[in-house]
């Protein structure tokens, strides 16, 4: 019998991507059907496939340091959290457990087993095991940021955040040579203040006087400087014509990227002529996002019916528009009390202009055993606090 508490939650601390192993290609695949090679983490959340048994690769964290039979499972640069005891079912059936013996933070892991939905027991894409196989930790194929790696300018190559020492020199791995980021755009302002002549650059800035002037040119301005772009009848001096880049699509104020050259002229320095060799419109710009406290709509604790007994957590947040997204949380415990703050990723500016929608978030989350029956503990999520006695 599930008897109905206050709330209470441990520390459960996903860090980052840690990756290696074989990536493949994005797959998208029936419900009813289940890939047969095992999956990255990221492509199995990217198409979830519930209550089936599928297999899973990664690299394993925080075994042994969460209060569950649990661990954490790394690849393609997404976590999941992996059960391999204490997995009941809704009706009360008790999956049998898997040995977790001679496995370290660290391994590579194959997982075959069952992504979950959210359940009496169960939090949203748990991970229930089957077996677990130790493999061996490869790079293969795959992008970097796959692979958890990133561009490392200074030394001129790849490695994992995290790692200083994951350093992988960029001739190496030619097949990433692709994904190297190009230099940032300047502004214009910045250009101005140390100009370079005839060398290609990336500028960007808002557009203005696009089609108002008598010439295949434009103002293009930013950080409090205009230069003026031209896109045709760009001719050298020995009468060579660079060929013309369209501005088709582009309008008074779209804010773009351009490549070009600054060129030299008699009199005015710095020069304020460019000539375009591509002109790109970037996409919308996407809202600065900053993490805020969830509004919380219901808690509960729920106990299992094992021995000792089993906590688990129950929240209910909200999103109160459809810009904000669900982003985790994080306890802390010292002594009788359990501070939860449950976090959401919102727009800086509030979400003007996202849909006034209140969504719900559920969590079950898993507290171990870890109270003194008869003992009153206090717990406080977000604005929230509330009192209960351990059964």
Known sequence: M???????????????CLVGGSVTAAIVWDQDKVPEEALSVAELLDNPVYNKPITIQGEVTLLGELLCPCFVL????????????????????????????????????????????????????????????????????????????????????WHRPWDPDSFIPAEDKPEW??????????????????????????????????????????ELTSGGETLIVWYNLMVEDDGTQRPPVSVEGIENGNRIIITGELRPTEGQLPSRTFWASDIKKPGPVEPEMVKVQAPIDDLDIWIAESWP???????????????VKYDGYDVIRKGDTIRVEVLNLGPADGGTGCAQLYELVENTIPLGSDFISGKTYTVVVNNTSQMFTAQ
């Open 2 to 16: 599930r008897k109905r508490l206050a709330i209470l939650a441990v520390s459960l601390l996903i860090i980052g």
């Open 74 to 157: 790394v690849s393609g640069g997404e976590t999941i959290q992996v059960w391999y005891d204490l997995m009941v079912d809704d009706d009360g059936t008790e999956k049998p457990p898997v040995s977790v013996e001679g496995l370290e933070n660290g391994d590579w892991l194959y997982i075959t087993g069952e992504l979950k939905q959210a359940g009496q027991h169960t939090s949203l894409n748990d991970f229930w095991a089957i077996s677990i196989e130790k493999g061996e930790t490869q790079i293969v194929g795959g992008t970097p940021g796959s692979c958890g790696y990133v561009w490392d300018a200074e030394r001129d190559g």
């Open 177 to 218: 040579d692709k994904f190297i980021p190009s230099p940032a755009a300047l502004s214009v302002a910045e250009l101005l203040n140390n100009p370079l002549y005839d060398t290609e650059v990336t500028i960007y800035g808002t557009v203005s006087l696009l089609g108002e002037v008598r010439c295949p040119c434009f």
């Open 309 to 323: 007994p089993q906590y688990f957590l129950h929240v209910v947040s909200g999103l109160p528009n459809s810009c």
